[in-house]
């Protein structure tokens, strides 16, 4: 390997346990730099260490695109179906999907779960491989995309999720957006009490404010703020009481 690449993972290396605040013994990260693009593989242990490794990287000089494989260690496999009926469970419950369609891709066939409604608001699929969740399909927001991938990240056994579900007609995004989609994730989460929580969204990063009843509420509200779709960052200043 070229010595100036060596260079470029060294400092890929540092930034990501520097930035990502992630112990690469523990979580040792694979790496693979050519013609300016940067591969990183491995696992992490949640998807807020995931997208701090990969903004961490971007930003190293000489780094011109990042190709992502990281994946969330999920302890003891579910299994993919164990994985895919969990993902359907959460649309199917979750009142902002009651008009969309619903199809799961089990052992390479579509398998349908709900037709559209009326005044459908899209059609979704699911597909589970390796623990990676992919939705395809089409919704009528952002805000219903963003959501859609955060009840994907609830499933257990999810290491991953692939979000290609399109937005028709086409919306214009900003922050006021990424707000209002954390605002609809923590209110269909009923492990948080949504209603105490401040969110602040400015250059895709995430400031929570406000006060919750214990440490394990306080994860999970920002891991659910780690969960919405193009949010970089998270600043978590909720006080427990």
Known sequence: MH???DGILRKAQAAIEREAHLDTQAFPIRMEFRDGALLLAGEVPHIGAKKLALRAVAKVEG?????D???????????????RDAVCRWLLRDIDFQNCGLAARIKGQLETLRVAGADASGNVEVAVTDGVVTLAGTVISLSHKRLAGALAWWAQGCRDVVNELAVVPPEEDSDDEIADALRLVL?????????????????????????VPSAGERTRAEMDAWSVFAVDKVVNRLEVR
């Open 3 to 5: 010595n100036g690449n």
């Open 63 to 67: 780094v011109g695109a990042v190709a």
């Open 69 to 83: 494989r990281l994946r969330v260690a999920a302890g003891p496999t579910a299994g993919d179906g164990t994985t």
């Open 187 to 211: 209110e269909s989460d009923p492990s948080v009490h949504a209603a105490q929580i401040g969110i602040d969204s400015r250059d895709r990063v995430v400031t929570l404010a406000g006060v």
